[in-house]
């Protein structure tokens, strides 16, 4: 690494890690604020990365920064001071050969970690929460791990199955100007695949492509082709009295189900394969596997209830609403065990002023993006295990001053990826708000 290179790569982690000063103003500009005292300092080792964890009395603004020839990290906290000797508490491993302190500018405190290798550092702040107060956090990920950890991320994807209702021989509802359901069903599905895919952790599956008839069933079958976790069957609702209008979601009802479920029992042969596929169901008994099948179909009920709540949230900001609440109905395209379903009725096809909107580009993209803000809702808190939405991440305690695009930028990651992890559409961010920041 050449100087300039060096003094470019400092530059750039200087605007990685550390506070702006504007974030804890008290501790930049006035001499006389109370210093912040680290009052432990703990490491632990993990698979690929080192971890130490300064406590502090309070918030520290601190930056932090790799230098080569030979491999160190440094950390300066501003104003900040630690008992003498206890850099020597923390034990040397394969990593850290040594660590020194020092004071810097009379009152700023620097600790050097000494390597054997060349490290990607990052360091973040924790509220306190707990037992345990504020801390300062700096990891060491070990280079020569990158490519062995690059394989292992591979954390799957939630998958969201887009089923565009009707098609070919099934026009669906026609609008008085002659627009037909199949039509504008495609173009948002075709919309909301792509909203969903520009999602980091989550990718679409289109249920038809094209204009074509597929039984309802079928429909079924290829979400669950693909391990959907969710399913969403896009329609627009017609009604005799063309004032009618707004969206609607349903959500499948008990009763729909059971009486389902009933239906598919007589079938012989794989019905039980289609049932239970995803039901780990080691009994013989016909009554026993009904009644748990019911019961992890109401798991089922409630999550897609649960879903289509936060669909309609947001569809509200965008088109007024049909009905205030998830209806519940038996639709056959909804009965697919395990895989939380919801129907939206987008807008009224045989209102005039709703067919045009269902035609126009604007309005159907805006429609998407609505979905797509309600789908990230709900996986944001409730994200299947083995997702990378489920992976673990860092938490970040909110600063005074702190904005998304300040906070992306000071951990690298893409500012719309901490979006979509922590809902957040709106800058509003409150200081002490903790968020999570998505692990790259
Ligand atoms: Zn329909």
Same mark, same amino acid.
């Given at each position: 690494m050449v100087e300039s290179d060096r003094r470019k790569f400092l530059k750039s982690l200087a605007g990685l890690s550390g506070l702006a000063a504007s974030a804890v103003p008290g501790l930049t500009s006035a001499k006389t604020a109370a210093g912040v005292q680290v009052k432990d300092i703990r490491l632990s080792k993990n698979k690929n990365y080192v971890r130490l964890v300064f406590d502090l009395d309070k918030i520290a603004d601190h930056s932090l920064f790799a230098l080569q020839g030979p491999d160190r990290v440094v950390l300066d906290v501003k104003n900040a001071k630690m008992p003498h000797g206890? *850099? +020597?508490?923390v034990q040397a491993n394969s990593l850290i050969r040594s660590i020194r302190s020092g004071v810097r500018n009379d009152k700023d405190l620097r600790v050097v970690f000494d390597l054997s290798e060349e490290v990607s550092p990052r360091s973040f702040l924790l509220a306190p929460s707990g037992k345990s107060g504020h801390r300062l956090v700096i990891d060491l990920h070990g280079k020569k791990d990158k490519t062995k950890a690059a394989k292992k991320k591979s954390k799957r994807d939630v998958i969201i199955a887009i089923d565009a209702g009707h098609g070919g021989k099934d026009p669906g509802a026609t609008g008085r100007?002659?627009?037909h359901e199949k039509i504008v069903t495609l173009q948002i599905a075709k919309r909301l695949e792509k909203d969903i895919n520009a999602q980091r952790g989550m990718k679409a599956v289109l *249920?038809?492509?094209? +204009?074509r008839y597929m039984r309802l069933r079928d429909r079924i079958h290829k979400a669950r082709d693909h391990h959907a976790d969710m399913m969403i069957s896009l329609h627009a609702d017609s009604f005799p009295d063309p004032r009618a209008r707004g969206s609607s979601i349903y959500a499948l009802s008990v009763d729909g189900a059971t009486s389902e479920t009933a239906r598919m029992l007589a079938e012989k042969e794989n019905a039980a394969d289609i049932l239970f596929g995803d039901v780990d169901l080691a009994v013989e008994d016909q009554m026993v596997k009904e009644v748990l099948f019911d019961l992890s179909l109401t798991g089922t009920i409630e999550s897609s209830l649960d879903i289509g709540s936060e669909i309609l949230g947001q569809l509200k900001t965008v088109n007024r609403v049909h009905k205030k609440k998830v209806q519940q109905a038996g639709f056959a395209v909804l009965k697919a065990p395990n895989i939380p379903s919801v129907l939206l009725e987008?807008?009224?096809?045989?209102n005039p002023r709703e067919e045009k909107n269902l035609r126009s580009a604007a309005h159907q993209k805006k429609i998407s993006k609505a979905i797509t803000r309600g789908v990230n809702k709900y996986f944001s808190r409730k994200a299947p295990p083995g997702t990378w939405l489920a992976s673990s991440e860092c938490e970040y305690a909110v600063c005074q001053g702190d904005n998304v695009a300040k906070i992306a930028d000071k951990y690298d990651v893409n500012e719309s990826d901490l979006r979509a992890r922590n809902s957040?559409?709106? +800058?509003?961010l409150l200081a002490g708000q903790v968020i999570k920041i998505p692990v790259s």
């Open positions: 206890m *850099v +020597d508490r100007s002659g627009t *249920v038809r492509k094209n +204009d987008t807008a009224f096809i045989s957040l559409y709106a +800058d509003n």
